[in-house]
């Protein structure tokens, strides 16, 4: 069983950037889809960015293209999310999700294993 613990939330200023990390346990991983998903206050998880761990290959909703990067570094069994031009509408408990599958996914009922989250908070 895979577990997986966020970090670095907090509070960013529009315009500013921020990482989060996603550390994952628990067996080997190299056969799985990670994905990172928020939810903003009052509204329904989204989906953001998934990347396929065997082949970095990604995939990103229209909402961060272009301002934010998901990555993972083998050696630290560690998902990343770079976030860049941060917005006020990027305001939301991030995320962190295993698919048991090599296969990127938007949708949330394909994850199998989830993070408790990590809350990113956006100054105008």
């Known amino acids: 069983q895979v577990q997986l613990t966020e970090s670095g939330g907090g509070l960013v200023q529009a315009g500013g950037s921020l990482r989060l990390s996603c550390a994952t346990s628990g067996r080997a991983v190299s056969t799985i889809t990670m994905g990172w998903f928020r939810q903003p206050p009052g509204r329904e998880r989204e989906f953001a960015a998934s990347i396929r761990w065997n082949d970095d290959n990604t995939y990103y909703s229209d909402s961060v293209k272009g301002r934010f990067t998901i990555s993972r570094d083998n050696a630290k069994n560690t998902v990343y999310l770079q976030m860049k031009g941060v917005k006020p509408e990027d305001r939301a408990v991030y995320y962190c999700?295993?698919?048991?599958?090599?296969?990127?996914?938007?949708?949330?009922?394909?994850?199998?294993?989830w993070g408790q989250g990590t809350r990113v908070t956006v100054s105008s």
């Open positions: 999700a295993a698919r048991n599958a090599a296969r990127n996914s938007r949708w949330s009922n394909d994850y199998d294993i």
